[in-house]
């Protein structure tokens, strides 16, 4: 009987050291909480570079490490980050197809954080400019690195 009961108990505090750490609920969290604390340390973030870049801001409690509400922000912030480049991206693309006298086929148009960069080659300098001057026109363009070139 007293077998019985040690076990019981043991089993009883295992199950409540494991409900201690069982999943957040949020999949992606749960796969970069190595060691399952409960929370990210910047060390299990090192391999998200965007996660690594908002940990410091997102670490609303400034424990060290992002709990599972933390961690969503630090994601939409991104996310919004994502969509606002591609809105940018668009916008210059768009412009760029309209522009008379710029072939803008000939262009690469990549955002990041509002930096915009135009590559390609085109048939010569005016049309470098002006394709530089659309792109720097835009909305939201922090700065346009043109390394278009000419053929």
Do not use: H
């Not at 409690?61 to 919004?80: H, P, Y």
Request: net charge positive; proline share 1%; charged share 30%.
């Amino acid at each position: 009987m007293q077998r019985i009961l040690a076990a019981v108990l043991i089993a009883a505090c295992a199950s409540t050291a494991w409900a201690q750490k069982s999943k957040s609920g949020n999949s992606a969290f749960d796969a970069m909480d190595k060691n399952r604390d409960g929370g990210l340390s910047k060390e299990e973030v090192v391999g998200d570079k965007e996660l690594s870049k908002r940990f410091t801001r997102f670490d609303a409690d400034k424990d060290g490490s992002l709990n599972v509400d933390e961690f969503i922000k630090a994601n939409q912030d991104n996310d919004k980050r994502v969509l606002a480049d591609s809105a940018i991206t668009t916008k210059v693309k768009a412009l760029l197809l309209v522009e008379k006298g710029v072939p803008s086929a000939s262009v690469s148009v990549e955002t990041y954080e509002g930096r915009v960069l135009l590559s390609g080659f085109l048939e010569n300098d005016a049309q470098i400019a002006q394709a530089g001057k659309v792109a720097a026109g835009v909305s939201g363009v922090k700065k346009v690195q043109n390394n278009l070139a000419v053929k």
